[in-house]
Nanobody
Framework: QVQLVESGGGLVQAGDSLSLSCTAS????????IAWFRQAPGKEREAVTA????????YYADSVKGRFTISRDYAKNTVYLQMTSLKPEDTAVYYC?????????????????WGQGTQVTVSS
């Protein structure tokens, strides 16, 4: 069984930076892509960013381009989300998701494994 565990969420002020981590454990296999999604209260889950495991393909939502960066560490089986210039509208539960086969897609339904989520709150 594969588990994805997020960490690093918290309460910050607008303009601050925060880094999230997502580590895979359990039965390991080759990932094709890992993504970060977020869901704010009363809103649908949306893709924030995604990266192919090779690193040659990435996706960023327009709302985070230039502020957020996704990266991965092969040795640690971990994906990171570096968030800068945070805004109150970035407040949400952030989830990492992995897919064994496929591209760095922003589509929720294409991911097979999900973490439990970590809360990010940005105060104004």
């Amino acid at each position: 069984q594969v588990q994805l565990v997020e960490s690093g969420g918290g309460l910050v002020q607008a303009g601050d930076s925060l880094s999230l981590s997502c580590t895979a454990s359990g039965r390991t296999f080759r990932w094709d892509a890992i993504a970060w999604f977020r869901q704010a209260p009363g809103k649908e889950r949306e893709a924030v960013t995604a990266i192919s495991w090779s690193g040659d393909s990435t996706y960023y939502a327009d709302s985070v381009k230039g502020r957020f960066t996704i990266s991965r560490d092969y040795a640690k089986n971990t994906v990171y989300l570096q968030m800068t210039s945070l805004k109150p509208e970035d407040t949400a539960v952030y989830y990492c998701a992995g897919r064994q086969f496929g591209t760095a897609s922003p589509r929720t339904r294409e991911y097979d494994y999900w973490g439990q989520g970590t809360q990010v709150t940005v105060s104004s």
